[in-house]
Nanobody, 119 residues
């Protein structure tokens, strides 16, 4: 399974960006699909994901500013980011985790897209 993210860039504090990710195939079972990020010198962290329950988890640091959406038919997941802050600067990765079939799990990552928020 391949994931291709796009939409990163340079934006000023308070600005907005929209990230999109398209994945190459639908899984037999999807556990989570969504976005993570990794800032320089820090561990990768969850930003926002859809869970197989249909619920969405957001990081506390982005709740109210970021909105995740998905289109199952188009195999896309997007992240609308508003009120951006310098601390949102990171490489953003889309992720798809689940099962290819009843026996084989998969945890697939896109290559990442850089988001830089200037102060």
């Amino acid at each position: 399974v391949q994931l291709q993210a796009s939409g990163g860039g340079l934006v000023e504090t308070g600005g907005s960006l929209r990230l999109s990710c398209v994945y190459s195939q639908t899984l037999f079972k999807t556990n989570t699909v969504g976005w993570y990020r990794q800032a320089p010198g820090k561990q990768r962290e969850l930003v926002a994901v859809y869970k197989n329950t249909g619920n969405v988890d957001y990081s506390v640091s982005v709740k109210g500013r970021f909105t995740i959406s998905r289109d199952v038919a188009k195999r896309t997941v997007s992240l609308q980011m508003s009120s951006l802050k310098p601390e949102d600067t990171a490489v953003y990765y889309c992720n798809l985790e689940g099962y290819l079939d009843p026996w084989n799990g998969i945890d697939a990552w896109g290559k990442g897209t850089q988001v830089t928020v200037s102060s």
